[in-house]
């Protein structure tokens, strides 16, 4: 946008889920005026066109608990809360009229990683032992260097630690994340060896005293939510800026 890059993941054929933060000015508490989706960057070596989504789509309980309503409530720019960041979730669509079979127009090419959700406190996919996960996305640190523009991981373990924060948020201080990383995902290996979605990353926050990075677990709201911008999608609605009725890194090459 034009406050700045961010993460996102393609998780269903026509939706990017990020986070609503990605999209938001924090000082002056609106929606941005344009945003833009480029997959797949890599530096100078593969700099993707941009597209535009049809509309995008932001988590939220009712109004009250929407994201920019959420922090226009809090009044405390850039400083993060668990219920700012339990809706603090975005999912951008982008439209492909149905006798169009040109993967271009779409945000993966016509792929998507799916994802996988758990509703609970005690979110096995982030809470469980020996649970393998790994982030993805592109770090606002890297800018400046000769890393610049690429891929980001934050290496694939089974000891990051995470704590319950409250209501879908988690909170962790085995890596770090910055801007860059905000709506990039923490990946988990399911059983069947394939990687999904499970967390949102958002950013960092004070609780308790200790500083954490912060995620926000997929859950059935964000499943309908993702469900909802794929519907739009596909019929055509137009929408920005909405409410759901629902609900250190290292380079990778190649």
């Known amino acids: 946008t034009e406050l700045g890059e961010s993460s996102g993941v393609v998780v269903r054929p026509h939706v990017v889920l990020t986070s609503a933060s990605a999209l938001f000015d924090e000082v002056n508490l609106k929606y941005a005026n344009e945003v833009r989706w480029e997959w797949k960057g890599h530096g100078a070596d593969h700099r993707p066109l941009h597209q535009q989504p049809r509309g995008w789509r932001v988590y939220g309980q009712g109004y009250a608990r929407e994201y920019r309503a ?8 850039q400083e993060r809360t668990v ?12 439209l492909r009229e149905s006798n169009d079979l040109n993967p271009d127009k779409l945000p993966a090419r016509g792929g998507a990683s799916g994802y996988v959700t758990d509703n609970g406190a005690g979110n096995g996919w982030l809470m469980g032992v020996n649970q393998t996960r790994q982030v993805l996305g592109y770090p606002k640190s890297s800018e400046g260097t ?10 694939a373990r089974n000891d990051y630690a995470f704590s319950y924060l409250g209501e879908h948020v988690f ?6 994340v910055d801007r860059g990383l905000s709506g990039a995902s923490v990946w988990v290996q399911h059983g069947n060896s ?7 990353v ?12 912060v995620v926000r677990a997929i859950d059935g709201g964000v499943a309908h939510l993702i469900e909802e911008a794929e519907g739009l999608a596909v019929t055509g609605g137009n929408s920005s800026g909405n409410q759901s009725g ?9």
């Open 194 to 200: 394939n990687w999904y979605p499970a967390a949102l």
């Open 246 to 254: 629902a609900v250190a890194a290292a380079p990778v090459f190649g």
């Open 70 to 77: 959420q922090r226009v409530v809090e009044g405390m720019p």
């Open 146 to 155: 000769a890393n610049e523009g690429l891929m980001h991981r934050i290496a």
């Open 171 to 176: 909170g962790t201080r085995s890596f770090g």
């Open 83 to 94: 219920s700012g960041s339990e809706v603090d979730v975005a999912a951008l669509f982008f």
């Open 202 to 213: 958002l950013g960092v926050m004070q609780h308790n005293s200790q500083t954490y990075s």
